[in-house]
Structures are given as C-alpha cells and as structure tokens.
C-alpha cells in the first residue's frame, strides 16, 4: 500500500464525538463538542478530555472540578457541529440546540438527555499540552438509555449510533455495521490455549 506523508498534525481517525456539559460555580451549564476524549485506565476508570486553556469548558472544570462526557448519536450531528462552533460565553447552547439537561447522581455537571451514554467525572488530575490541557476524570456512574436492553439484558449497540468525526477532513459519520466481536473472532487466529 502506498502512502502519503502528511506531517504533524491532527489527522487521526475516527474520533468520538462527544458534547461536554458543565456547570459553572454561578450555576450556568455550558455544553461544548469534544472529539479528543477517550478511556485511558480501568483502574481506576479514567476517562481523558483535550480542551482548550481558554474555553469556557475548561474554566467550568476548573472551578467545580466535575463535568459530564456524554456520546452522542448521529442523530444530532447538526447540534453538536454547533456546540463546537459557538462559545458559551456567547450563546445560549441549550437553547439554540434544542436539547435538554438532566440532573447527574453524583456530580455537579448535567446529563445531556437526548445522548444515550453519559459519563460522570471528577476531574483527578491534568496535563499541559501547549494551549491545550488534557483533563483527566476519573468516571463516577455511567448512564445507558434503557432502550438499549434487549429482554435477555444484553446492550444492543445499535441503539447509541455514534457519531464519529473525522479530524482533518472535517467530516461527521455514523460507524455503520459491527466487523467482529472483540475477544473471541481474533482468537480464530490463534491455536486452542485449552
């Protein structure tokens, strides 16, 4: 296969695409589009955000020390694009959106209610990355839409559609259909450890 080299930047896909809600020490929630997040440890579970020091998400953090991830479906693509577009400084998100808050259990920061995974964090600890700070949350209660519970109690992941966004083509995709089942179709690789 032959390749192109495209120099440092941030082209690396796909990416989740998220909306971060917080709330201010006033009590102002904020909601903002985040696609550099993802699980860096399960023990404890840890979640990490790549934020800018001069977002109003940021300076939420750093005042309550909380916020919520919450993933958002395809469905919503129009909404987030915007919530990445706009400050909260400026605007009203939740109003201009359309979408719809709802108290965490154990955090300050609200849950988006239209997303059908949200993930409380308290923010644990964070790194300098030049303009940017990359906020560790340890994660303190998940929340998954019921409808995604089959009878049998399963999660049928059809059910979150995530959005993913393609960074550096600036592009939204839903993921389309499962390749494989993790843990068990890449054993077919291996010989029996039995």
């Known amino acids: 296969m032959k390749k ?20 201010s020490s006033e009590g102002l ?13 399960k023990t404890p579970p840890t979640i990490a955000v ?9 300076e939420n953090i750093c005042q309550t020390g909380n ?12 909404e987030a694009d915007y919530c ?9 998100k939740l109003m201009v959106t359309g979408l719809s808050t709802a108290p965490a259990h154990e955090v300050e920061a609200p849950l988006i209610e239209e997303c059908p995974l949200n993930v409380e964090c308290r923010r644990v600890q964070e790194l300098e990355l030049g303009e940017y700070r ?5 994660i303190v209660q998940i929340h998954a839409a019921d409808e995604a ?6 999660i049928d992941t059809r ?9 550096g083509i600036r592009e939204y995709w839903n993921l389309g259909n499962k390749s494989a089942d993790a843990y068990r179709d890449g054993k077919k690789l291996f010989p029996s450890e039995e």
Request: aromatic fraction near 10%; proline fraction near 6%.
């Open 134 to 138: 990359l906020v560790l949350g340890e």
């Open 29 to 41: 929630v904020d909601i903002m589009t985040a696609s550099w997040a993802g699980i860096v440890s």
């Open 149 to 154: 519970f089959g009878e049998n109690g399963q």
């Open 84 to 92: 990445g577009l706009r400050s909260g400084r400026d605007d009203d």
């Open 4 to 23: 192109r080299q495209l120099g440092p930047c941030v082209t690396f896909f796909p990416q989740p695409t998220t909306l971060v809600s917080t709330v």
């Open 159 to 167: 059910t979150f559609d995530p959005l993913v966004y393609l960074g």
């Open 50 to 58: 790549s934020l800018n020091k001069n977002r109003k998400t940021y």
């Open 67 to 78: 916020f919520v991830v919450n993933m958002v479906p395809a469905s919503l693509a129009v």
